[in-house]
């Protein structure tokens, strides 16, 4: 069964790793291309996702791409380096040391880096205020462990762990 219709039951998802690059953005990435057109999804971040390059080990990342109606929060910095056109639908009482949290709606297909609060009670809170946006399903990229998904409301339905192992050849 395809990861989208495992999804499809469910109104919100967590994409979780226990460590840095273990394939979250490139599961959203994943969800994002092939969830069925025509629902209204949301993502939205604990920390940074999406840049074009690992700050602590320089290697590249994945950036996020979303299609248009998508809804995004982020901070105000990477709302204005987006690569998409889009609408801002309001702000986020949550503030963040790039700036405040910006809710948009996509205009055409573009990458962003999602942005947001760096606890668990933040992203309740920025979460809370997307949800004022008339969205079907919630998605959020996040590097938290396990536990951290317990304090949000609403809740998670399907927290999605993403782990990998890697082997060197020295």
């Given at each position: 069964m395809e990861l989208t219709e495992r999804l499809s039951g469910y109104k919100s998802c967590a994409v979780i790793g226990m460590e840095k690059n273990?394939?979250?953005t490139e599961c959203l990435n994943h969800i994002l291309a092939h969830?069925?057109?025509g629902r209204v999804i949301?993502?939205?971040?604990?920390g940074v996702d999406g840049e074009r390059s690992?700050?602590?080990?320089?290697?590249?990342?994945p950036?996020?791409?979303?299609?248009?109606?998508v809804i995004f929060s982020t901070s105000e910095t990477h709302y204005?380096?987006?690569?998409l056109d889009a609408e801002i639908l309001g702000f986020s009482n949550e503030g963040t040391s790039l700036g405040r949290i910006v809710i948009a709606r996509?205009?055409?297909?573009?990458?962003v880096m999602l942005s947001g609060p760096s606890t668990a009670n933040g992203l309740r809170r920025s979460t809370l205020a997307i949800a004022s946006a008339r969205i079907d399903d919630q998605y959020r990229v996040a590097g938290l462990h396990q536990r951290v998904l317990k304090t949000l409301?609403?809740?998670?339905?399907?927290?999605?762990?993403?782990?990998t192992a890697v082997v060197h050849d020295d």
């Open positions: 273990t394939g979250k969830y069925p057109s949301a993502v939205t971040s604990i690992d700050r602590v080990t320089e290697t590249p990342k950036e996020i791409f979303l299609r248009e109606g204005r380096q987006r690569r996509t205009r055409c297909p573009g990458k409301a609403p809740p998670v339905q399907y927290p999605l762990t993403c782990r």
